[in-house]
């Protein structure tokens, strides 16, 4: 299975994908592999596990929150791995979702190695552009990852056209200018950023921050290919656990159903 | 005082260097841009108004009356010899840059990129500030130049530098104390960048000191390199010959690169920078950077940082909330690399001893982050003996370290003091 399997999968039944985010470690190892199983058999398609990072600056209160919680209890970096594969044994399919420096640190071949022996797709980099990147774009061919970099409103069009170049598996397209957090309303942007990224790319583009709920999914989903859900499942997990999760995740992915999937551009 | 210098402030900005980073900021393998994508096109915006502005005559007039009249450039260069004595006998020279209006260094690079602000036509300024004199700065030329500004101040720092907060408010700003993580510098950094990415299209964050992805390192590195051009004319005026050592403090490495940067060429100078060593680097409770920490990317850009095995970044630690800073600037890291500059640790009781020193022996109280740099001078001038001249960069001065050095002498007993009394009400309240 490849991020593009997952989307073809989809696309297969009339629809677009759901991808949900957890973060590793949250509340501890044990208890973020049972929430992200939850997520899996709840509907979700592809999940982005966070590793948890001290200086999240594209991240709201939530999942601030939460990378405290896991860094509290003690999460290391090499734990990502232990979670990917275990998710990844259950019959999930993962890519991780983490800022830059953790990688660095860890080496950015050695991580991509890492990743890749333990069944992870691909790595979404929040703080990593494409002009800076590589060291990374060489690890992630050398051992068949996925690289999601994100265009965001306020990308020129050379910017998209260079972002969406360098990606593979797919484009995360960030639907409104901030950081990670559920909104009641999905911004007005968010089908102008993905209609401006279409024309670049065949690669099929998801759109996130401030989804929540089933209605909001439909809504992203007959504009874009998958729909990307965080802080929700964070606020979920804290709330009602693996329950809360698994609903949040059935709520979502009868939205996505909903939808249909986006006309062709 | 306005003898000497036929330096004008926007020198630095007009005319390169010969020390500059290639097209996309990096200094060798630091700096760069690890950044949100989000942010790249505001990045791109201010590089392109920078570089605009570099060449036009009215902004860069306007800098230096401001400078002139505003500021109150140049600084003076004060001899020092009664430190002196306790320094080996070597000849200390100080660069005032705590005599600077506002008092300190910060208002060099916040004019500049307040007018910059203007220019871009935006109307809101977000600052982050650690001791609260970049902050302070900022309020000022956002009073000065009618502009919305918004700083954002970690809650311990706001603690310990109640009285800046005060400043700012009264100054018109909004000062938002900052409860995420260690709650000092480096958070308040974090919580500037998220309103950035939400704010951008309105906001100019004006960053305080060379750290941050490209543009920031180089353009206020430019802002402040007035300071070692300065000081190079004055004290060959003053000595007629070049100093043996130029000292600064070095949290972000604002004040340091801007007087370091006359010097880089003169290979006779040593330039050292003293970073924070809070209880001692074997407590692990400190702030040296480049001492002690290693290359990784934090706050958009690839420099040193203290950081554990998986690249967390570590708490730091000083007595001074402006070196409190677990980062540094990429230039600083490239000049430790190449080894033009040399990076060594003061503790916060070094740090103190020389606070008061300095006070008794010449009527001065410096900055605690200054006090660093003042302590290196006088260990320094211990080791070099009596023919050493040592160029000492005074970047900020000490009013607002007062109720901090009072407690740490003795001076007042706790709950007397004035922080104890108001500090808090001050830091907590009136956020309205």
New interface residues.
């Given amino acids: 299975m490849t991020v593009s399997d997952v989307f073809t999968r989809c696309a297969a039944q009339g629809r677009g994908a759901l991808v949900g985010y957890l973060p590793a470690g949250f509340p501890t190892v044990d208890g973020s592999v049972d929430l992200i199983s939850a997520m899996v058999d709840g509907g979700c398609d592809l999940v982005e596990v966070g590793i948890p990072?001290?200086?999240?600056?594209?991240d709201?209160p939530t999942i601030?929150a939460a990378a405290?919680t896991a860094?509290r209890a003690g999460v290391?970096?090499r734990d990502v791995f232990t979670v990917v594969e275990r998710v990844a044994a259950a019959g999930g399919s993962a890519v991780v979702m983490t800022y830059?420096?953790?990688?660095?640190?860890?080496g950015v071949d050695a991580f991509a190695r890492d990743l890749a022996a333990a069944g992870g797709l691909g790595v979404i980099t929040?703080?990593?552009?494409p002009?800076?990147a590589d060291e990374w774009l060489a690890a992630s061919t050398a051992h068949g990852l996925d690289r999601i970099?994100?265009?965001?409103?306020?990308?020129?069009e050379e910017?998209i056209a260079s972002?969406v170049a360098a990606c593979t598996g797919f484009v995360y397209a960030?639907s409104i200018?901030?950081?990670t957090g559920a909104r009641d309303s999905v911004a007005d942007v968010a089908p102008e950023i993905v209609a401006r990224t279409r024309p670049h790319t065949r690669l099929p583009i998801g759109v996130g921050l401030g989804v929540r709920s089933g209605e909001q999914a439909a809504q992203v989903a007959s504009f874009a290919d998958a729909v990307i859900v965080g802080s929700a499942f964070v606020s979920a997990a804290t709330d009602r656990g693996t329950d809360g999760v698994h609903d949040l995740a059935a709520e979502l992915a009868d939205g996505v159903r909903r939808a249909g999937v986006p006309a062709p551009a | 005082m306005a003898s000497s210098t036929g330096v004008k402030p926007s020198d630095g900005v007009a005319n390169r260097s010969g020390h500059e980073p290639d097209e996309r900021g990096h200094f060798g393998r630091y700096g760069g841009r690890f950044v949100p994508e989000a942010l790249v096109a505001a990045l791109d915006e201010l590089a392109a108004a920078y570089e605009k502005a570099r060449h036009d005559d009215e902004f860069l007039g306007e800098l230096d009356r401001l400078h002139r009249d505003y500021t109150g450039r140049p600084s003076p260069l004060t001899d020092a010899p009664k430190l002196g004595e306790h320094a080996g006998g070597a000849r200390i020279l100080l660069k005032r840059e705590d005599l600077n209006h506002t008092g300190s260094h910060k208002i060099n690079n916040v004019l500049g990129q307040a007018l910059l602000t203007k220019r871009m036509g935006k109307k809101r300024v977000i600052a982050e500030t650690g001791a609260g004199q970049h902050g302070v700065a900022t309020a000022t030329a956002c009073a000065l130049l009618d502009l919305e500004c918004v700083v954002y101040m970690g809650e311990v720092d706001t603690a310990r530098q109640a009285l800046n907060v005060a400043r700012m408010r009264l100054l018109g700003a909004t000062v938002i104390p900052v409860r995420t993580g260690s709650r000092t510098l480096k958070d308040a950094i974090n919580e500037a960048l998220r309103d950035w990415v939400t704010n951008v299209d309105s906001t100019h964050y004006l960053l305080g000191t060379v750290a941050g992805p490209h543009p920031f390192p180089v353009m206020v590195r430019d802002f402040h390199r007035v300071i070692g051009m300065e000081a190079r004319e004055q004290v060959l005026e003053r000595t007629g010959r070049l100093p043996d050592v130029v000292a600064a403090c070095v949290g972000g490495g604002s004040n340091a690169i801007g007087i370091f940067h006359a010097f880089i060429d003169d290979p006779s100078v040593r330039l050292i920078g003293f970073e924070p060593g809070g209880d001692g680097i074997e407590t692990g409770r400190h702030g040296a950077t480049l001492a002690e920490g290693s290359p990784g990317a934090l706050h958009g850009a690839m420099s040193y940082l203290l950081q554990d095995e998986d690249g967390q970044t570590s708490e730091s630690y000083s007595i001074s909330a402006g070196l409190d800073y677990p980062g540094v600037g990429p230039e600083h890291a490239l000049l430790k690399d190449i080894g033009r500059a040399e990076y060594q640790p003061v503790t916060d009781a070094e740090a103190m001893e020389a606070f008061a020193l300095l006070s008794r022996t010449e009527g001065i109280i410096p900055a605690i982050e200054s006090a660093h740099a003042v302590a290196g001078a006088v260990r320094l001038g211990r080791e070099l003996g009596p023919d050493a001249t040592i160029l000492v960069n005074v970047s900020g001065r000490g009013d607002k370290d007062v109720d901090t050095a009072a407690k740490w002498f003795g001076m007042i007993a706790e709950g007397e003091s004035a922080e104890d009394a108001d500090g808090t009400a001050i830091a907590d309240g009136g956020r309205a």
């Fill in positions: 990072y001290s200086d999240p600056v594209m709201g601030q405290e860094l290391r970096l830059y420096n953790p990688v660095l640190r860890y929040p703080d990593l552009i002009d800076e970099f994100l265009v965001a409103p306020s990308s020129t910017r972002t960030t200018m901030g950081v």
